[in-house]
């Protein structure tokens, strides 16, 4: 059997060739239909090599997800948001453009196959369900979100805002372009859930730095549990 490589960054290095390799054959055939041959064919390696790093086929392809989640926060990060509006369109945009996330988001068994069952069956992220209640604690602070509404509420009309726009396809004949769907839930959100009217200056500084700790606490939180499953753990 391979051995794994001494220098970390080489080990690191590898372990991202096979991700790639992966992602491109479960967009293509799907989940169910991709053997850990095909991925160490395509990724130039042996199939012992790719078992050095995750001990079963589940873990590699739990582990793409978690990259996918990464890479895309990388991506909000990048365009700055300054307001929960940029924020939302922004994750909107991210999750319909990546076919995996989506694929995610939608429960996709034809691409996912038995790894969309065990993601749904998962109960939600505490840490991240405390970086959403201490955000709206924030916003509501600079008096840029609805005072008659408790943090629960805001993080329950957000969420099912966000999923309930993002899988409306399944229910309507309707698809409209990605980026216009990321656009009308920003809106939705926006006159739902923001207080309206102009912030003051300072105000204004303090929510975009509250948007900025939102999205790096959660990218943190997301390359954290990436290391981990890039070394073969998933809790």
């Given amino acids: 059997m391979a051995r794994p490589p001494a220098d970390p960054a080489r080990r ?14 479960i967009v293509r055939w799907g989940y169910d ?3 850990i041959e095909d991925v160490a064919r395509a990724a130039g390696v042996a199939k012992g090599t790719i078992y050095l790093h ?27 948001p300054r307001t929960l ?3 939302v369109r922004l994750m909107a945009t991210e ?5 995996l996330m989506r694929a995610a988001l ?26 959403l209640e201490r955000f709206f604690a924030e916003l509501a602070e600079h008096g840029a979100v609805r005072a008659d ?13 966000l999923f309930g726009f993002l899988t409306s396809e399944r229910l309507t004949p309707y ?3 990605p980026e216009r769907t990321a656009e009308l839930l920003a809106d939705t959100v926006h006159r739902t859930l923001e207080a309206g009217g102009d912030l003051p200056g300072q105000a204004a500084e303090a929510v975009a730095r509250a948007v900025t700790g939102y999205v790096e606490h959660t990218l943190a939180l997301a390359e954290s549990k990436l290391d981990a499953a890039l070394e073969g753990h998933l809790p």
């Fill in 12 to 25: 690191r290095e590898r372990a991202h060739r096979v991700l790639d390799a992966a992602a491109g054959l």
């Fill in 54 to 80: 995750w001990k079963t086929r589940e873990l590699l392809f739990a582990t793409l997800l978690r990259r996918e989640r990464v890479e895309s926060l990388r991506e909000v990060r990048q365009a700055a």
């Fill in 33 to 35: 239909k991709t053997t």
């Fill in 85 to 87: 509006h940029d924020l």
């Fill in 95 to 99: 999750l319909q453009r990546r076919p």
């Fill in 149 to 161: 509404l408790t943090v629960a509420e805001h993080v329950s009309v957000l969420t099912s805002a």
């Fill in 106 to 131: 939608l429960g996709d068994s034809g691409v996912l196959g038995r790894l969309a069952r065990i993601k749904s069956a998962r109960a939600p992220d505490p840490l991240q369900i405390d970086g």
């Fill in 175 to 177: 698809r409209l372009a």
